[in-house]
């Protein structure tokens, strides 16, 4: 990535606007969470996700929901896949179709064709939830087969969200 430096004056209550070019270039939207460190003399703002606070426990619930449905599992932050047992989508960046289900918050249980990340669509049976803590959409659980969700697979999908939930309100 190329280096990119604008001077910004800081205002009257300690504000100072990041620019369209930088937060296009970093992919910052509204509501996104930034992490602000000072380290020496300089302070360094970047993305956070809080999900990354649990990326081993995250993993671990993705093994188990696999193991015990024998179905496909994706667990994505705001931005990108944090979990996938399909190695090739660990990391990337998430489709705008999951993103619009992430901000609208919805819940869905139904045979579709849908694009996963960019140019990867993938038709298939999917049960697909968000993960909200304090009201705020951190990201979304994404359980897919051939086969039909069940019951007892939505029941487990959403216990492990009910544990990340729990996790961030003690």
């Known amino acids: 990535m190329n280096d990119l ?10 504000r100072i606007i990041i620019p369209k070019e930088i937060r296009r270039k970093l992919n910052i939207s509204i509501d996104d969470d930034l992490k602000i460190t000072l380290l020496k003399e300089n302070i360094i703002i970047s993305k956070y996700s809080l999900l990354s606070e649990i990326d081993n426990k995250i993993i671990a619930y993705g093994r188990i929901v696999n193991k015990i449905t024998n179905k496909n599992i994706i667990i994505t932050d705001k931005d990108k896949i944090i979990y996938s047992n399909n190695i090739n989508y660990l990391n990337k960046e998430i489709s705008d179709s999951l993103k619009k289900y992430l901000y609208q918050r919805l819940e869905l249980d139904k045979k579709m064709d849908l694009e996963l990340i960019k140019n990867i669509n993938i038709d298939n049976n999917y049960y697909i939830k968000p993960i909200i803590i304090n009201s705020d959409t951190l990201g979304i659980v994404i359980l897919y087969s051939t086969n039909s969700i069940n019951d007892k697979d939505k029941i487990l999908i959403n216990l492990i969200i009910s544990i ?3 996790y961030f309100n003690n």
């Open 164 to 166: 990340i939930e729990e």
């Open 5 to 14: 430096s604008i001077i910004k004056k800081i205002d009257n209550l300690g």
